[in-house]
């Protein structure tokens, strides 16, 4: 408890120890303070959190990206990984993903829902969020919306939106984030994830969930390329198989030109391979009655069964029969539902579990000359596709006899099918390599090789050539001794870092990243992406350079890490294309140029850009420099002048 004074009641200060005294009379020495060292203990403590939570998310998307490319057709188990992965890294507690149709959202996966509420997003699957909804926000400004208590959002507290009063009174949510997936700025769904406390998501996680979204749309498309695909793929092999049967009638005909027979036994046994689990049959009217002239299907005893029903009487009283004298197609999806007497073999053919069945007329001119039947086991009328096929069959029984001409035209058309179907195997295989090629050529060559190599078609670009190109070499000051002192992991950090910043700039100003190996890296322009003013180009990118890594070493600096920065930039002729050996190619330029480059980088003090006399002509009129004497650079026979870049001449006006 707390001692209040008597008078004043307020707390009484505590009463200072004494420190005790030592045998000379004065206080003993006490030891320094502590506090700078536990600050030094908490910034490497944050600094080991943030690298671990880093690695966690590195795993959670690759993770994902491991199940979109085992998956690549199938969405659920993609989405189920990306939400598992989104809520354990958000430290959320349940998540949706939806697909936006255009008019609803349609659910596609929900993960960790309490089941009051997940019962009843499922009943609601195809939902149209309220305007004034999170949903409905952020359909509007295809922009994440984030709410920090969803109690309050008007769609609630107004009672505008179903599932968001679902959402709150069902699953708990409090706070919750809702993130549009979009697709070349197109709305393809969205992404949410809710807590069930009031506790805000940060803005970090907000820009995973964007992630994860992107991720998701990855998905979407892939599953579609492939759906489509493979829709292509079935299509191109339901044809070939439909001209392969063709084919093999044709043949048959081609072989018995005066003996239909041998035709009407081939076309109902490439039938049975089109109309699985089946009864094919071709009936022939004769004097008045109908007679069975080729048949066959998967059980015998059923055959037998129907063969001894034939002939039949030339009569409407059956199907076939009334197919043939009303020249017109006869289609029951289900035979329990059609009177016994019409059908061949009657209760006994309904006995043995048929159901569906199809006859159509074979029509020479305006008469029917036969027709053709297919029985199933299974109920439900044949698709347009299914009957015009059996139209097809019973085209060719007419003209099983008569047409030879034909013959040769639907030869040349099954050939013109094969080759189509073989130029698109070549194709997809062709572009699946293309595909692969990139990938190796993006490992192991800088992007702009790479890219032209694709375009082209050749690797030409890789073969050694001669051209005038600027160099430009960078690395750290200190680097060296820094790694000797610091932990792996804040090395690598530091890397990642300045590797990231000076990578975007090299893709702004065109560069061709030629090497790098630690902290130091070599890049070269006008080769092999053609750059105008390629001295230019490199002062202006070291400049910027300069800036931002000059932000990132006062943050090293503060984190107590000596390190500066050093340019050095030449300009000359270079001979270029890959070393290597198979498997591990490098793009390199080789040349006193580089040398130059590399030497006065090892010579510039931090925060200097240092260019050769041949770069100085080229950019003398576009920055400002200050001479900085001659260098003695090794393996270069005459000291070299060098000037230090300081600003670019538009800074300094």
Sequence with gaps: MKRHS?????????RRSQPSKSKGGKPPKVAGSRSSHRGAETE?????????????????????????SSS????????????ENAIRVCDAKWGTIHQWDGEALQLMAMHNLPPAFAEARRRRASYRPHPRSLFGRMLESRAPVHFADATSQPAYVERLDQVTIEAIELGGVRSVLAVPMLK?????????????EARPFTDKQIELVKNFAAQAVIAIENARLLNELRQRTDDLSETLQQQTATSEILEVISNSPTDSQPAFDAIVRSGLKLFTNAVIAISLPDDGKVKLAAIDGADRADLEALRARYPLP???????????LDRREMDFADARETPAQLIPGGQNFLSSGYRGITVMPMMRGGTAIGAISVVRRQPGALSDKQRELLRSFANQAVIAIENARVLGELRERTEEVVKLNQQLERRVADQVGEIERMGRLRRFLPPQVADLIVASGNEKQLESHRREITALFCDLRGFTGFTETADAEDVMALLRDYHAAIGEIII???????????????????????????????????????DVIGALTEKWRRLGHEIGFGIGIAHGFATLGTIGFEGRFDYAAIGTVANVASRLCDEAKPGQILISPRVFMAVEN?????PVGEFALKGIRRPLAAYNVLAAASATA
Excluded: H
């Design 508 to 546: 702004k100003y065109s560069g061709t990243l030629e090497r790098y190996a630690g902290d130091g890296v070599m890049v070269v322009f006008n080769d092999p992406v053609p750059v105008e003013k390629p001295a230019l180009q490199a002062v202006l990118m070291a400049l910027e350079m300069r």
């Design 622 to 626: 576009a920055v400002k420099v200050e």
């Design 184 to 196: 070349e700025n197109k709305l393809v769904g969205g992404f949410a994830i809710s807590r069930q």
């Design 6 to 14: 008597r008078a004043s009641g307020k707390p009484a200060k505590p």
């Design 44 to 68: 490497v403590g944050q600094l080991r959190s943030e690298l671990n939570e880093a690695r966690e998310q590195q795993t959670a998307t690759s993770e994902v990206l491991r199940v979109i």
């Design 314 to 324: 030339l009569s409407r009283e059956y199907i076939t029969s009334t197919a043939i």
């Design 72 to 83: 690549p057709g199938d969405l659920q188990p993609v989405f189920a990984t990306i939400l």
